[in-house]
């Protein structure tokens, strides 16, 4: 079994930043991608950022340019660096890792259980 345990959210004034990062344990071979969605209320979830195995990145355009994401690899953690924050950044932010949990198994998605962020006006 595989467990992604989120850190990080809270209430944050617009304009602030905060730092997010995604711990993930157990049963683990390697992980592909590894990324941060989020969920506002009465609204889907979308994707903000993800990062793969070798660090590429891809962003949401709404978070281009005030949003960094980054993976350390010898722990199994990817953050997300979030800048010049808006109310519209409110959601509850997910973990995703794409985990292949022993040498002979295939590729499966885990989540992380969400943390909130709050922007203030």
């Known amino acids: 079994q595989v467990q992604l345990v989120e850190s990080g959210g809270g209430l944050v004034q617009a304009g602030g930043s905060l730092r997010l990062s995604c711990a993930a344990s157990g049963s683990i071979f390697s992980i592909n991608d590894m990324g941060w969605y989020r969920q506002a209320p009465g609204k889907q979830r979308e994707l903000v950022a993800t990062?793969?195995?070798?660090?590429?990145?891809n962003y949401a355009d709404s978070v281009k340019g005030r949003a960094t994401i980054s993976r350390d690899n010898g722990k199994n953690t990817v953050y997300l660096q979030m800048n010049s924050l808006k109310p519209e950044d409110t959601a509850v932010y997910y973990c995703?890792?794409?985990?292949?949990?022993?040498?002979?198994?295939?590729?499966?998605?885990?989540w992380g259980q969400g943390t909130p962020v709050t922007v203030s006006s």
């Open positions: 990062i793969t195995s070798s660090g590429r990145t």
């Open positions: 995703h890792a794409a985990v292949r949990p022993r040498i002979w198994s295939g590729t499966y998605d885990y």
